[in-house]
């Protein structure tokens, strides 16, 4: 097989752009970094970013991954693809048990390359152990209490492929469910929580490293002081800002958050403790209307309306509904984040804190050709997931 050299191109590296430079490519790797050279694809200096990494994902295109068919994950995986992803955790819904384990089935039979799609890295299982008065838009079905009976069968898929799970610190058994199963590879979130300050600090003593998009379905001083006596105590939110050990991540799709809460997260956290997510559900690259967040008949009704997703009495927000391209514009654009970090916190960030560092998220000789040609504006132009273009790629 020939290497491939792109040619001309503006590199965004993890620190810096470095244009007028090129990177060779053979066998699905990256085998060269390096200055000018004359090559097949021509650039004609436009960006040439790592595939961006997305660890919270439901959907895109109409489907959804709680649809719980191989095709509604496929359909998933090419709609972000267009939009830059070539990695993501498949992430589920509030649903019942047979929908959790169909979930976590399908997330093991396509774990690897999906054709003409992002790569599915891992698993996200989410929401069975959400602190129910914190579900947000997630359907009101399945909340369990940690037991090995549920949680046996849940993380089982750990042996073969990263599986993250999300767990709300306060509730019953917790403890228990992270003391027991981090040691076995799984890795630990916390979020859709009303947990108090300590609590997230017990939390992190047990093993839990990253916390659900910020500022999103969780606790913070003003909310707890609505139900508790004096002191003032902080929540989740005041938590995942002052513990070192925590990463997070940001909805930057300038609806969730607006730029100064956008711009206090990346001062907070900096570059390498925040990442940036879609949450998305199915509503993207389809028409503004009605969709269901969840499976089809099952999960919750919501709206695409004006960019965002809301609830049908359009009271509060339901999920994203744009791609990883969007967010990172946003940041870059609005938030005004220098574009070799805001790009980090699509890429190699996501990477390293799912553990997958080594094979994706930055432009390094060794590593997956997972490759974004971006213009100046950041839209997408071109995407190559291990070397091979993706179709349907603007």
Known sequence: MAVTVFANATLVLPDRLVPNASVAIDRGRIVEVGGPAKGAIDLGGMY??????????????????????????????????????????????????????QFLALCGELYGDVPSGARIIGSHFYGPYFARPARGCHPDQEFLVPKPENADRFTKLAERMPLVVTVAPEIENAEWLVRTYAPRGVRFNAGHSHGTFSQVEAAVSWGVRHIDHLFCAMSDRARLRLSQAFPMRGGMLEATLFFDELSTEVIADGKHLSPDLLRLAYKVKGPDRLALVTDSMRAVDQPDGEYWFGAIGSGERVLKKDGVGVTLDGTALASCVMGMDHCLRTMHFSAGVPLPEAVRMASLTPARILGVESEIGSLEVGKRADLVVLDRALNVQQVFVGGERVSGAA
């Open 48 to 101: 040439l970013a790592p595939g961006f990494v997305d660890l919270h994902v439901h959907g895109g295109d109409g489907a959804d991954f709680m649809d719980g068919t191989a095709e509604a994950f496929r359909a998933v995986c090419r709609c972000h693809a267009r939009h830059g992803t070539t990695s993501l955790t498949p992430t589920s819904t509030v649903a019942t048990g047979p929908q959790y384990d």
